[in-house]
């Protein structure tokens, strides 16, 4: 694992501590947990981009600011997350249930690489963000605009639920040839004690610039 997927690692493991409180709060009833989602949206094999797909040159770097998902109804600001005093990643505002962090340390959506970004399941008041990030579905298409004034738009190959302890690392954070991006929640099963015990990733690709 290298320092970029450690570093991404351990904002997960923060994230976690956030997730799951709104369901801790009212019972795991199950009208209350979020979509998780069905096997038909995984990968038939490893990553790879869907035949015939698109793909777009990658942008310069530029800083995101604003991210938007039309089929699951997301329109949030964008944020950067550094590093806390124990080596691990800052996670957003728990109170803030509209805004989704960009690491940072890794590649900026649009830019050649793997881009991380991750938002909240829930908190203490509600669903947040990313809570219907499962309902996605395969070539569902994400936009995110970007300080430069450039929109960068990528199409989803793939969402997939993975348990804690079987996290595929190189799998969600490894090195990629074109402009790639993971949005990573809470997900998978839900513990009264623990809260969510996974996560839900969806990849994408670049396909357009605006």
């Known amino acids: 694992m290298d320092g970029t997927t450690r570093k991404a690692r351990a904002w ?37 981009l869907p035949a015939g797909s ?21 329109d949030a600001p964008m944020m950067r997350l550094g590093l806390g005093r124990d080596g691990s990643l800052d996670v ?3 109170g803030n249930r509209n805004i989704a ?18 938002g909240h399941v829930d908190n203490a008041q509600g669903p947040s963000v990313f809570y219907a990030l499962g309902s996605l579905k395969k070539g569902a298409r994400v936009e995110i605009d970007r300080k430069d004034g450039r ?16 996290f595929p690392d190189q799998r969600v954070y490894g090195a990629s040839a ?22 839900v990733v969806a990849y994408a690709h670049l396909t357009e610039v605006r």
Do not use: M
């Open 12 to 48: 997960l493991v923060g994230i976690a501590a956030l997730c799951g409180v709104w369901l801790v709060q009212n019972g795991s009833a199950t009208q209350l947990v979020p979509p998780q989602p069905s096997t038909a949206e995984a990968f038939a094999s490893g990553p790879e």
């Open 101 to 118: 962090g960009w690491f940072k340390g890794g590649a900026p959506p649009g830019a050649k690489g793997t881009a991380i970004v991750a």
């Open 178 to 199: 074109h402009a790639s991006l993971r949005l990573i929640t809470c997900g998978g099963g839900f513990s009264q004690q623990t809260g969510y015990l996974g996560n």
């Open 54 to 74: 698109p793909v777009a040159e990658p942008l310069h770097p530029s800083e995101p600011v604003r991210i938007r998902i039309p089929g699951v109804g997301v």
């Open 92 to 94: 957003p505002p728990a």
């Open 151 to 166: 929109t960068a738009v990528f199409s989803v190959d793939a969402i997939e639920v993975y348990d804690n302890e079987d």
